[in-house]
C-alpha cells in the first residue's frame, strides 16, 4: 500500500512536470489569465490521481485533455489575431507622449496608484518623466523614458564599444563542465595552468569559474567549512 502510494506521488510529479514544460517557457510573473486558470486546473486535477480509489490512468486522463487544449489553442493563437487578442488580450498604451489615457485606464480597472507602483519598480518617481507606458497582457508595465530622462549609452557620446557575448561556465561546484571547455576553445590541462597561475591547486575548490568572450577568466572558490 504505501509502495503503490510512493509510486503514484512520483508518477503523478514527473507527469505534471512534463505538462509544465510542453505548456512552454513563462515566468510566473508573465503568464496570461489563460495560461494561469490552465495551471491551476492542472494542479487540481493532479490531486485527483492520488486517491487510491480512482484509476490512476483515469485520474490523469483530464491533465492529458487539458494540457493538449492548451497546447492546440496556443497554437491557434500563432496564426489566428482575433483568437489571440480575445483569450491572451491586448496591450493597453497607459502613458501616450507623456500624458495619462485615464480612460483606458478606468477600462482597464487600473488605478493612478497601481499607475505609480509600478513606475517606480522601473526607477521612475515622476510621470512626467515617462514618454509611453504599455500596461501588458500579462499585468506588466513596460515604460519608456523621455530621450532626456534615458541614461547615455556609449552610442549617444560616440563612444566606440567592443563585443561582448555570454560568458561560458567552466567550472560548477567543482566539476569540470567539458562541452562548455570545448566551446571556449579550451583544455582541462590549460585549465589547470590557469588555475594554478591563481594559486588553485585543484578544480575541486572552485565553485565557480567563467570565462568571457575576451578570454577572461573569473574564479570564485568554495567558502571554507568553519571548525
Not at 493612478?112 to 515617462?130: F, G, P, T, W, Y
Amino acid at each position: 500500500m504505501l509502495l503503490s502510494i510512493i509510486t503514484r506521488s512520483l508518477a503523478i510529479y514527473f507527469v505534471v512536470l512534463l505538462v509544465m514544460r510542453i505548456m512552454g517557457k513563462r515566468e510566473i510573473g508573465q503568464l496570461s489569465t489563460f495560461d494561469l486558470v490552465v495551471a491551476l486546473i492542472i494542479a487540481e486535477l493532479a490531486a485527483i490521481p492520488l486517491s487510491m480509489d480512482i484509476p490512476f490512468l483515469r485520474g490523469i486522463l483530464p491533465i492529458v485533455v487539458i494540457t493538449f487544449t492548451e497546447v492546440l489553442i496556443s497554437y491557434l493563437c500563432l496564426k489566428i489575431d482575433f483568437l489571440r487578442d480575445l483569450i491572451y488580450g491586448k496591450p493597453t498604451v497607459i502613458i501616450k507622449n507623456g500624458k495619462i489615457n485615464d480612460l483606458a485606464m478606468k477600462k482597464s480597472r487600473y488605478n493612478i496608484e497601481d499607475l505609480l507602483m509600478q513606475l517606480r519598480e522601473k526607477n521612475i518617481s515622476n510621470i512626467a518623466d515617462v514618454e509611453f507606458a504599455v500596461l501588458e497582457s500579462s499585468g506588466d508595465l513596460t515604460v519608456i523614458p523621455k530621450s532626456q530622462k534615458r541614461p547615455a549609452t556609449p552610442e549617444d557620446l560616440k563612444i566606440p564599444t567592443e563585443y561582448e557575448g555570454l560568458c561560458i561556465p567552466l567550472i560548477i561546484d567543482g566539476r569540470i563542465k567539458k562541452e562548455n571547455l570545448k566551446q571556449a576553445g579550451l583544455n582541462e590541462k590549460k585549465l589547470q595552468e590557469e588555475l594554478a597561475n591563481r594559486g588553485i591547486k585543484r578544480a575541486e575548490e572552485v565553485f565557480f569559474a567563467s570565462i568571457d568572450t575576451r578570454g577572461r577568466l573569473y574564479t570564485d572558490l568554495k567558502d571554507k567549512k568553519e571548525k
